[in-house]
């Protein structure tokens, strides 16, 4: 089993930054491809940004390029999404998935963290 925790989730103003992040302890069997999906109130998980575990590949949705980054840390088994200028339709519960992989589009893995708010105000 691999357990996710994130954070750094918290209420930020229309153009502000956030930094999620999120750690990945167990059975993770080396490196882990690592990505970021959403939620917010009311409408269904979307993909978010995701890097492959060799850092080889990033993916992003196309209404976050641009704005955020994500990155990876395998020695640590840590994984992070820089927000930049965000809009008030980037507010959502912000969740860390792990063991995915790209193939037309982004196939979440099994593991799930449960997920940190990130609230914008308009």
């Known amino acids: 089993q691999v357990q996710l925790v994130e954070s750094g989730g918290g209420l930020v103003q229309t153009g502000g930054s956030l930094r999620l992040s999120c750690v990945a302890s167990?059975?993770?069997?080396?490196?882990?491809?690592m990505a970021w999906f959403r939620q917010g109130k009311g409408k269904e998980r979307e993909f978010v940004a995701a890097?492959?575990?060799?850092?080889?590949?990033?993916y992003y949705a196309d209404s976050v390029k641009g704005r955020f980054t994500v990155s990876q840390d395998n020695t640590k088994k840590q994984a992070y999404l820089q927000m930049n200028n965000l809009k008030p339709e980037d507010a959502a519960v912000y969740l860390c998935n792990a063991g995915g992989a790209y193939s037309g589009h982004y196939h979440p893995g099994t593991y799930w963290g449960l997920g940190t708010e990130v609230t914008v105000s308009s």
């Open positions: 890097i492959d575990w060799s850092d080889e590949n990033t």
């Open positions: 167990g059975h993770t069997f080396g490196r882990l491809s």
